[in-house]
């Protein structure tokens, strides 16, 4: 799972304690709102290929 810190619609620590009690993970965080793929574009392009890439 992939938040990001400055989200104001669902801020990191909702994100965060949901993560942990409904999937018992701790999220992978990055920055950015809620609209990262519009603010970071190349940050989230990157940091989701690195998920493809053993």
Avoid: C, N, W
């Amino acid at each position: 799972m992939l938040i990001t810190r400055e989200d104001r619609f669902f801020p990191a620590d909702f994100q965060r304690r949901v993560a942990a009690d409904r999937l018992g993970v701790a999220p992978d965080e990055m920055d950015g709102g809620h609209s990262v793929a519009l603010s970071h574009p190349k940050q989230l392009a990157d940091r989701l290929t690195a998920y493809l890439l053993p």
